[in-house]
């Protein structure tokens, strides 16, 4: 990974991952539980669906995968009518919309996200420019733009709806985003679109102490299972968020794939609860986590 343009983000998270461990804190622990409340909304599970798009069996079923399982789903890039399918599902959806060029095209997904009984709706900033900068980035047939705060503020102030920005990776993007409003951010380097970026969850942290709980904080990019995602509980995060895993199940086994994926993860992370006498997701204490040096 020495060399620069080969950089890759994914892997650079991994290896700060796989060099965290865990003590253990039996004596006296309890089963514990994974619910969560989100904004007044009980969830099973601190784990849920990442933004995905170009999913083959459609997303509207991943959604419902989230649902069966309890758990929170957002999703990416789809026409309206897909996004109007993923709604119908009831499931609890975060709608990421992308930064287009076109101000009016977000403006209207924000409207039809609140008509159509969405949860919340987001922005994946980091997707308005390409790894290269180019000014022309486009997404499909879509152009995109990088937005200006004044138009960022403005897409907050529209909707009634929590808003959330995704790509934030910075205690100054996290004061920005409550600066305007916004109900949280998801700390993401969009599956290594920017290189060299720090592993999100090494920055929690720090955010946290920044904002304290006035956000929800949501971190992503290569976590792969239930202890990771303890650990990145345990940093400081609210609700973790996965994608790639979820890709072969649904394809091979539908909602249900979903369903058992996070349910399976959601048993991998009360594991790791348990042995750290975590009763509860916010009861993880973050000093159970351990840099290994001799694992670097
Ligand atoms: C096939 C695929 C499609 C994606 N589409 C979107 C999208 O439409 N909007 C978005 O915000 N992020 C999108 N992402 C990025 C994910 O939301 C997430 O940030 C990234 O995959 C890192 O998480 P992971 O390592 O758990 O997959 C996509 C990622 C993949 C792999």
Redesign the pocket.
């Known amino acids: 990974m020495s060399d620069n343009k080969n950089a890759n983000s ?1 892997q650079i998270a991994r290896k700060y991952l796989d060099s965290l461990v865990v003590e253990g804190r039996i004596l006296g622990a309890v089963h514990p539980t994974s619910q969560v409340t989100i904004l007044g909304k009980e969830f099973e599970t601190p784990i849920m669906t ?6 083959k069996p459609g997303l509207a079923g991943y959604a419902e995968g989230a649902k069966a399982a309890g758990a929170l789903a ?1 999703v ?2 789809c026409e309206e009518p897909e996004m109007a399918q993923v709604l119908a599902t009831g499931a609890s959806v975060i709608e ?1 919309i ?1 930064p287009y060029a076109d101000k009016e095209a977000i403006l209207s997904r924000i409207r039809f996200a609140e008509a159509n009984g969405a949860f919340g709706v987001g922005m ?1 900033v980091e ?1 308005s420019v390409n790894s290269d900068d180019d000014a022309d980035s486009m997404v499909g047939p879509y152009a995109m733009k990088l937005p200006t705060l004044e138009e960022l503020k403005e897409y907050v102030a529209s909707t009634n709806l929590p808003f959330f920005f ?1 790509g934030a990776l910075s205690v100054q993007d996290a004061l920005t985003a409550r600066e305007i409003g916004a109900a949280g951010i ?1 700390l ?4 290594s679109l920017m290189k060299w970026a720090i592993p999100p969850y090494a920055l929690l942290k720090d955010i946290r102490a920044a904002v304290g709980d006035d956000l929800i904080l949501i971190a ?4 792969e299972d239930g202890f990771d995602a303890f650990k990145v509980l345990a940093l400081g995060a609210d609700l973790v ?5 979820f ?1 072969a199940p649904y394809n091979t086994d539908g909602v249900e794939g979903v369903r058992q994926t996070i349910e399976t993860m959601t048993k991998e992370l009360k594991a790791l609860m348990v042995r750290t006498g975590s009763k509860d997701v916010k009861s993880i204490d973050p000093s159970v986590i351990h840099e290994a040096w001799w694992l670097k």
Do not use: E, F, Q, T
């Open positions: 994914i990442a933004a995905l798009s170009h999913l957002s990416g890039m990421i992308k994946d997707h995704k998801i993401s380097h969009h599956n992503d990019g290569g976590i968020s996965i994608g790639k895993p890709i």
